[in-house]
């Protein structure tokens, strides 16, 4: 457990303590831009591995337990958290990296709806696995995954807020971190056909696919007893 403990630590650190702060201008002042994002994906690969292996090892500490009735919940909850996840990783958005660059052009797509969707769907997805497992070492590798994809949101939103400056503002009124904020504010408004058949295809695809490796692949079925 202590492992465990140790590499959330470092996963959280790395990304929250170091990605999302000044001391990220800094690395990069001292290292040059290349260099930090290799050296960044490197820590990042190796503190992923370290949480996944740890966490695989856990001795299995109840708490609450194993919620049976959580399971439907968790199906439901999970269409949403598979499609922010994979048509935000498909979508070209300027809090992604590299893509600063876009954020002159309109907000289009999944990115109407969050500006940051694949960490909602990463943060909606932690969430659900940290309810429904009920044992300690869950409680330790959701939580950090639910922490550094949530709490990254408002860190992505300063980082470009430095890098960009003012350019940085008319994106971000036009969108927002909760889904559906600037929607419902008259911000925005969601046009479906912008994300695309085959994006929306993939990433129902991805939920049945998922769905349905499970129980082979982690031994725990997602469907009630």
């Known amino acids: 457990m202590l492992s465990l403990v140790l590499a959330a630590l470092f996963f959280a650190g790395i990304h929250l303590g170091i990605a999302g702060t000044a001391m990220r201008d800094r690395a990069i002042g001292i290292l040059g831009e290349n260099r930090y994002r290799a050296a960044f994906a490197v820590a990042s690969v190796i503190g992923l591995g370290w949480l996944v292996a740890a966490y ?24 949403p958290a598979s499609l922010l996840v994979v048509i935000g990783l498909t979508t070209p958005n300027p809090t992604s990296v590299a893509q600063e660059g876009r ?33 300690v070492a869950s409680l330790v590798f959701f939580a950090t995954w639910a922490i550094v994809a949530l709490a990254g949101t408002v860190s992505i939103d300063a980082k470009r807020r430095r890098l960009l400056g003012r350019a940085w503002e008319p994106f971000a009124a036009q969108t927002s971190i909760v889904p559906f904020a600037a929607i419902a504010a008259g911000r925005n408004r969601f046009v479906p ?12 695809l991805a939920h049945v696919l998922m769905l349905g490796g499970h129980g082979p692949v982690h031994g725990v079925s997602p469907f009630p007893v």
Do not use: C, S
Not at 58 to 74: D, H, S, T
Not at 194 to 202: L, N, P, S, T
């Open 56 to 79: 695989a090892r856990a001795p299995y500490l109840g708490a609450w337990g194993m919620l049976e009735w959580w399971k439907p919940i968790a199906i439901i909850l999970m269409l």
């Open 103 to 135: 954020v002159g052009q309109p907000p289009q797509g999944i990115v109407r709806i969050t500006r940051h969707p694949f960490l909602t769907g990463v943060g909606l997805w932690a969430l659900v696995h940290l309810i429904g497992n009920g044992d």
């Open 193 to 204: 056909r912008e994300i695309g058949f085959w994006r929306w295809a993939v990433a129902l």
